[in-house]
């Protein structure tokens, strides 16, 4: 997965897709263990799927392409 370790904490550099959809979302490079138990508490997101996939972030990907 070319270019996508920068994205992500040392950690997790070489793993699967399915492993790093089923990562936590502090896996993610910028992304806090506080920041993810706000993530969870708000909009129950556990993995790095969850954030992917959730609707509210889903919808406000669309409107920023559209924007652009």
């Not at 979302?25 to 993530?39: N, P, R, Y």
Request: glycine share 8%; hydrophobic share 45%; no cysteine.
């Amino acid at each position: 997965m070319q270019g996508i370790e920068a994205k992500l904490d040392k950690a997790f550099h070489g793993k699967s897709a399915q492993e790093l959809a089923d990562a936590p979302v502090s896996a993610i490079k910028g992304v806090s263990e506080g920041d993810a138990e706000l993530l969870l508490k708000a909009f129950n997101i556990k993995s790095i799927k969850d954030m992917g996939t959730n609707k509210f972030f889903k919808t406000a990907q669309a409107i920023a392409n559209l924007a652009d």
